[in-house]
């Protein structure tokens, strides 16, 4: 497969709807599906909210809770999967990578501040608060387009993007 640069105004755009969407509860990605590796090997996965992107650095984040399994999963494993789904855009956005932990450090306390109190409130205090930033690796694009689904992918070896086109 070739680098085909025409591809990237579709990486632009896919970075703007998710920095869109961690605003903005009302936008379909703004819900995806974060999979990772049980603790036996085999698959998880679970609904979580998109709450922040950084673009710059290819950076996902996701809240939970300390006591959630996924927590000693991603302690084990780091690598995941997010699955976002846009339903009138007919999107689907699949972001590979390795999620870091965050409790009690500055991402964490930073991301603590931003909280509205009745988010604050869903967590037993700020000692059981994480951020698990998720620095992405590669990116999957799919449209579906009744006059034939275009798929792209994305990934970054030697820091610039590389774009491949995909069999849908
Ligand atoms: C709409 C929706 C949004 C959710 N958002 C989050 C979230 O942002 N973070 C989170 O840890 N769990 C979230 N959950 C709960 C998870 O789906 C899951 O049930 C919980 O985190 C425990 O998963 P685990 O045992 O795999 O860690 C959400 C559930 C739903 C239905």
Partial sequence: MTHDPTLLPILESAWRMLTLASADPRHGLHWPV???????????ARTVVLRAVDTDTRTLQVHS????????QLARDPR??????????RTQLRARGRARIHVGDP????????????SRALYAGVERFAVLAIGVEHLDWLLLDPTGHRRAGFDWPAGQPRAVSLRP
Avoid: E, M
């Fill in 34 to 44: 974060l999979a990772s590796a049980a603790l036996d090997g085999g698959p998880d």
């Fill in 65 to 72: 809770d300390t006591d959630t399994g996924k927590l000693a």
């Fill in 80 to 89: 995941v999967c997010l699955v976002f789904h846009d339903g009138p855009a």
């Fill in 107 to 118: 991402v964490a306390q930073i991301a603590w501040q931003r909280l509205p109190a009745h």
